[in-house]
């Protein structure tokens, strides 16, 4: 049954109050649970009805009394009751079978609770609905030694001991808050403590609990922390409202991190970080994710959604907000540009592809069926270009003053998109928002990628410059027509020479020449004229990727080269190259041509790639992302009909012939970037070891190609010696992805080394399972892989780093014209859906481009997801998607 959105009304009942107490066992932990509940007289009188998952009811009392009460499914429906009343439930549930890890669940002999979106419904009977908020207070009772830890929401108000060895602790959280943010932990851990000083005087204490084992990887997590609480204030004044801030890390965790109030919790992924053992990419990722959920403190929790169909209003606002946090904590614009280049390579590969295939869905969707589903690359990535789009309207400082209103307006209230962008539009209403609000938030309604398609054109006697745009969008699921979108198209023009010009927009005589314009289409079609313009310009067109959509625009090679060498927005230069790349790319694929061997790429490419990698202007993070060619899954999104195993064999030959052309020039880099110094993450340093790690995986493939095992001999000695876990595992990475033989030899050294680091094995398997499948026998390696003793299907970052790494991460190594790799992803789907319906429902959505797939792999991965529909006793999770797959 779907759920509408549509169908949204407010909630009968009310529960201002809720006192919590837990017996914590992980065969069966009692909950009694009392709340204070009053009727909501805005709507008509209603039986309260309370949702539950998995759990035994032991006793329900009304003000004290035993009172009648009915199931309906899931539901607890009570009929006659009066107008404010005092309820009481007692049930148990068994956290140690919990395989879902929704609701409370057992890790490592540790107690941890995820709640958002439904799982709170499987500790208690309850509203559990974000637009329900409720002060918590939290008794927390368990055996002394097995869980030294007690921890909840808010502040610890009374601890002590009771009898047989157990003790207890009181939590009170001072804010409301809906049920999906509340948070338990209860075990042996350790933390690290830091006190901090606020702008105004006060003292907060932040801690981050980990394994007594891992206090020394909790460093970076605890900065990254101090410095989202400082940026925070810094950039949108929004300060930490709570006297204790704590993280807990769980290995056993479906999704990266969640942030209850006070009490976040998180997969170790994020958390966990030393030299030797995690990489720059990990550095990073934990600064995102520690500044995403404590800007959640924000918008999230002090203004929550008022349905789940508002997901974006928080998860849009959120990513938006560690986007600009990583963003402002670069040293200098390169490093900037770098960050943003990697956000938009992340909604190019997953969240286009979402948009244009069986799943696409409005940034607010209007139905769902399993909400869990919906926490996706289109709610979260392009729910922040949304928000985006609307700063660059606005203006970086009326995007501030509208984020200022927003809270003034909705603190401590459960609202929606539109009230979001209603907001920022009221605190600038001047604007092109303003101006233009109702058509703007067709970005919330209608899904789909709109392209872009741009021609040019050069009056050399008026000497102007014309840009004629037409905007369209492809019908997505239950949306055939779209209507037209606002788009921000930020460009500029060169002259051939590569000189930037100076802008005199036609009509607009008196605006300020500048270099870069944001011109903000509304029409179908539209055009903007520029006068003074000499000779045939090159456009940079969506200069900084300002909106989500797909640019056409047909350039020349010469075009393309000239923006390559010399655009001053870094990010169209890197597009230039990537352009120039997907051009050969396709056209070889097109071509039919045998590419095995063969020269595959035209000197005037590599000698721009050379250009680039050898610019002494240059950062050597931009330069690795110059030189990186686009993905398969980017490649083939932009085709018609996709033969995995050509596009692979296509890229795979670009590869060769880059490493092999550019041979003394990858020596050169390699050389150039080695590390002075201790070990810092910075974007600087990083870069730096990113270049020497994509010059490395170069010299070793160029090593295959010429039969010389000097580099791979070198690569091993790398491994062997480096000093910090992103050397170290790009050199192994260099050996495997070249299939050098000196690869298993590497591999079994890394594990021996680390196989008492959990998220280092995960590594271990990744890499494998990701590997080139050059005698056709990965998926043997990945079966293998699965009979390792340390292999487990019931921790998700173990069942991601070989299964996920397989189907979704090694195109050219998973479909197979046999249909074997099919046919084992659905098996594993449903072997995973028995155990956690979240993972297989993720895993479950691999094949979501299969209707674009060349025989025979088109009808065999029909096959292999019909096989999974046909199972009778699915989730509603993993039915959800196949289903949607299937009619796609
Ligand atoms: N709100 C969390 C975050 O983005 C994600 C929680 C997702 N949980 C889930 N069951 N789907 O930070
Ligand atoms: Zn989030």
């Known amino acids: 049954v779907a759920v509408r959105r549509e169908d949204y009304a407010a909630p009968a009942w009310w529960i201002d109050t809720v006192d919590l107490t837990f017996d914590l066992d992980p065969a069966k932990t009692r909950v009694l649970n009392r709340m204070r509940m009053r009727r909501n007289t805005d709507v008509p009188v209603q039986p309260l009805r309370l949702d539950g998952d998995e759990l035994n009811l032991a006793r329900v009392l009304v003000n004290g009394q035993g009172a009648s009460f009915r199931m309906?499914?899931?539901?607890?429906?009570?009929?006659?009751?009066?107008d404010a009343f005092e309820l009481e439930i007692f049930t148990t549930c068994c956290p140690a079978k919990n395989t879902k890890l929704m609701g409370l669940f057992v890790s490592e002999d540790t107690f941890f609770t995820q709640c958002e979106a439904e799982g709170f419904r499987r500790i208690t009977y309850f509203l559990d609905r974000p637009d329900v908020m409720a002060s918590y207070q939290v008794m927390l009772r368990a055996n002394r030694s097995a869980y030294p830890v007690l921890l909840s929401n808010g502040n610890l108000v009374e601890q002590g001991d009771l009898p047989e060895g157990r003790h207890y602790a009181k939590w009170v959280d001072p804010f409301k808050k809906p049920s999906y943010l509340f948070a338990l932990v209860a075990g042996k851990l350790v933390a690290r403590e830091q006190r901090i000083k606020a702008r105004n005087g006060k003292e907060h204490l932040l801690q981050v609990y980990v394994r007594s084992g891992d206090l020394d990887k909790t460093e970076h997590a605890m900065n990254s922390l101090i410095h989202s609480i400082a940026w925070?204030?810094?950039?949108?004044?929004l300060p930490l409202d709570l006297d204790r801030f704590m993280i807990v890390a769980t290995s056993d965790f479906n999704m990266g991190a969640m942030e209850n109030k006070g009490l976040n919790i998180f997969n170790t992924k994020y958390v966990l970080a030393n030299q030797a053992t995690a990489t720059d990419a990990d550095y990073s990722n934990i600064e995102s994710v520690v500044g995403h959920e404590y800007f959640h403190n924000w918008s999230?929790?002090?203004?929550?959604?008022?349905?789940?169909?508002?997901?974006?209003?928080?998860?849009?606002?959120t990513v938006?907000?560690?986007?600009?946090?990583?963003?402002?904590?670069?040293?200098?614009?390169?490093?900037?540009?770098?960050?943003?280049?990697?956000?938009?390579?992340?909604?190019?590969?997953?969240?286009?592809?979402?948009?244009?295939?069986?799943?696409?869905?409005?940034?607010?969707?209007?139905?769902?069926?399993?909400?869990?589903?919906?926490y996706t690359v289109t709610i979260y990535e392009k729910g922040a270009e949304v928000?985006?789009?609307?700063?660059?309207?606005?203006?970086r400082k009326g995007f501030a003053r509208g984020i200022t209103l927003y809270f003034e307006r909705h603190d401590g209230h459960a609202v929606t998109c539109d009230d979001f962008a209603q907001a920022i539009a009221d605190a600038n209403p001047e604007s092109e928002l303003a101006a233009l609000l109702p058509q703007f938030k067709r970005w919330y309604s209608?899904?789909?990628?709109?392209?872009?398609?741009?021609?040019?054109?050069?009056?050399?006697?008026?000497?102007?410059?014309?840009?004629?745009?037409?905007?369209?969008?492809?019908?997505?699921?239950?949306?055939?027509?779209?209507?037209?979108?606002?788009?921000p198209v930020t460009l500029g023009l060169l002259a051939q020479d590569g000189q930037e010009l100076t802008l005199h927009l036609a009509g607009d005589e008196d605006a300020d020449a500048v270099r870069s314009h944001t011109l903000v289409l509304t029409q179908q079609h539209e055009s903007v004229t520029f006068n003074g313009i000499d000779s045939e310009p090159v456009p940079s067109i969506l200069r900084g990727f300002s909106a989500p959509v797909r640019l056409d625009f047909e350039y020349t090679d010469a075009q393309l080269l000239t923006l390559l060498a010399n655009d001053p927005d870094p990010f169209n230069r890197w597009e230039a190259g990537q352009r120039l790349a997907l051009r050969s790319a396709i056209s070889l694929i097109t071509s039919g041509a045998d590419v095995v061997g063969t020269t595959t790429l035209n000197d005037a490419f590599v000698d721009a790639m050379r250009g680039v990698l050898r610019n002494p202007t240059l950062d050597s993070a931009f330069k690795e992302l110059v030189l990186t060619l686009p993905s398969e899954t980017y490649i083939a999104e932009q085709l018609e009909v996709v033969d995995p195993q050509r596009v692979h064999a296509v890229r795979e030959a670009m590869?060769?012939?880059?490493?092999?052309?550019?041979?003394?020039?990858?020596?050169?880099?390699?050389?150039?970037?080695?590390?002075?110094?201790?070990?810092?993450?910075?974007?600087?340093?990083?870069?730096?070891?990113?270049?020497?790690?994509?010059?490395?995986?170069?010299?070793?493939?160029?090593?295959?190609?010429?039969?010389?095992?000097?580099?791979?001999?070198?690569?091993?000695?790398?491994?062997?010696?480096?000093?910090?876990?992103?050397?170290r595992f790009n050199a192994l990475n260099a050996l495997v992805s070249s299939g050098h033989a000196l690869a298993q030899q590497a591999l079994a050294r890394f594990h021996a080394i680390f196989k008492n680091e959990a998220l280092v094995i995960d590594k271990w398997f990744s890499l494998q399972a990701g590997s080139p499948d050059r005698g056709g026998n990965v998926l043997a390696l990945v079966k293998q892989l699965m009979k390792h003793p340390d292999f487990s299907l019931k921790n998700p970052n173990r069942a991601r780093s070989v299964i996920f790494s397989y189907c979704s991460a090694n195109p050219g190594a998973f479909h197979r014209a046999d249909a074997a790799g099919y046919v084992w992803w659905s098996d594993r789907v449903i072997e995973l859906d028995a155990i956690n319906p979240q993972v297989a429902a993720r895993l479950a959505r691999a094949l979501d481009r299969w209707s674009k797939l060349a025989e025979p792999y088109r009808s065999a991965a029909r096959e292999a997801i019909a096989r999974i529909a046909a199972r009778p006793d699915l989730s509603k999770d993993t039915q959800e998607v196949v289903t949607r797959a299937l009619a796609g």
């Open 72 to 82: 309906e499914g899931d539901q607890l429906v009570i009929d006659a009751l009066p």
């Open 232 to 237: 925070d204030e810094a950039r949108f004044g």
């Open 300 to 317: 999230g929790d002090r203004v929550t959604c008022r349905d789940w169909f508002q997901l974006s209003l928080k998860e849009g606002l």
């Open 320 to 374: 938006f907000r560690d986007q600009e946090f990583s963003q402002d904590l670069c040293a200098d614009a390169s490093a900037r540009a770098v960050k943003r280049i990697e956000d938009v390579r992340v909604l190019r590969t997953s969240q286009f592809p979402e948009d244009a295939g069986p799943m696409a869905h409005p940034v607010r969707p209007d139905s769902y069926i399993e909400i869990s589903n919906f």
């Open 387 to 395: 928000v985006r789009m609307m700063q660059t309207l606005v203006g």
């Open 446 to 487: 209608q899904a789909g990628t709109p392209r872009v398609a741009t021609q040019g054109h050069y009056d050399a006697v008026a000497r102007t410059y014309t840009l004629n745009f037409t905007q369209s969008c492809a019908p997505t699921p239950g949306q055939s027509i779209k209507e037209p979108f606002v788009i």
């Open 655 to 727: 590869r060769a012939q880059l490493a092999t052309a550019l041979f003394s020039d990858w020596e050169w880099a390699y050389e150039q970037n080695q590390d002075t110094g201790a070990y810092n993450p910075d974007p600087l340093s990083a870069g730096r070891r990113a270049l020497a790690g994509l010059a490395l995986v170069n010299l070793c493939l160029a090593a295959r190609a010429s039969g010389d095992s000097v580099w791979p001999g070198k690569t091993l000695q790398r491994f062997k010696d480096a000093g910090n876990m992103t050397d």
